[in-house]
């Protein structure tokens, strides 16, 4: 009944946003990802690792037959795209495979299983689809932000950064002079979060053949759930970063240049009185808050009961993130203090919805959606007394997301040295 009714949710959130999209005139999240059982995919790599996710649920003997399916089918369309001359000029040359197996398991589950092996397999299809229904969804949200906010705050933010050293700024001047091999590799690393994620979830469900289940609590229900929410704070919070703020900007009709200035990285923005600004309608207002550093969070966080190199990795896709984010100009400093504390909240109300609402996992969501309404309320309102007095101010935001880390580690603590609190169950009749 879980399953069935998360599945109709997510069903019905795609085809409200998909009309949403159609209204805007911009394709949605089912009309794309249909288009990449044909044409060339856009996230060939993620078609992959989603197959990835739904072989979880198979026997090995299973796995090998279905990625030699699908490596057999993207030669086959390769070779076939080949002789037709049809170049691929935007995405991957190969992922359709991918997207048909996934595909081709849940006819098999329909068809040829029953009971408890077609529920775990059609868990399976569901869990690789969401993950790449989920990249779908985000770029049209980000879509979606710049259609229909064309004001932005990013003076607000870029005053309240004061506080923190504008670090945009100097981790942007630091990347410059790595040159382009330090520049590959961030970039890499922030186009490949998805992946790093999958390969922590792909270890956390590496029993679930076996065991025919899935844990309670696993990555992937956290990467999706922030990706869900997130795009709604950038309604209300709409900014474009600093690079596209402050730096070179982005042209539009007429090479309107919608930039402030052109002082990103070279020379700190001025402390003056912010005001929103308006900007085109292209650029994603996607910074508040960085979904990028929630997301490398929570992989930091789930890599951690993992070996000794998954724990390393995790770490290392963590600092890379941050550096990325802010070396790149995406974000500002008080971007990746409100994505920690929105990530650990979010990580929190899940798994104590999976093993029961208790007093501790209470108290720490309600302190983290405080401290993230805090935020957001402070570079609203504050940005000005943030920016005159950073010595006071700088110190207060690394002490509220301090707070959470702490809250959050207190409770997953305390968890671990106490038993999950038993659901009740009705009583079942005697059979007479």
Partial sequence: MLWATAGAAALGFLVALEIAARRLGIPGPITTQAREAVFAPKSGFLLYAGMALTMVVLTWRQRLIALGAAIGIDVTVFVVRWLADARVTEGHPFG????????????????????????LLLKGVALGLLLVAGRKTGDTWLLITAKTRPAVLDQYLATADHALGNPSWLVGRIVRATGPVGAHVLD??????AVAAVCVALYQLRHVAVERRFPRHHLVRTFLVIGLLGPAIYMIFPVVGPIFAYGPGASGTGGVHWAVANIWPETAPPMTAPQPMPYDEITPRNCMPSLHTAWATVIFLHSRKGPRVLRYAGTFWLIATLGATLGFGYHYGVDLIAGVVFALTIEAALRSQARGWDRSGTQMVAHGATVFVALLLSYRYLPMEMARHPLLYGPLLLLAMASVIYGYMRTTKLWETTTAPVRQQEPQPELV
Avoid: F, H, K, S
Wanted: aromatic share 10%; proline share 3%; hydrophobic share 45%.
């Fill in 96 to 119: 359709n495979g991918a997207l048909w197996v996934v595909l081709g398991c849940g006819v098999i589950a329909v068809t040829r299983r029953t009971g408890p092996e077609r529920l």
């Fill in 188 to 193: 890499y690393v922030y186009v490949q979060l």
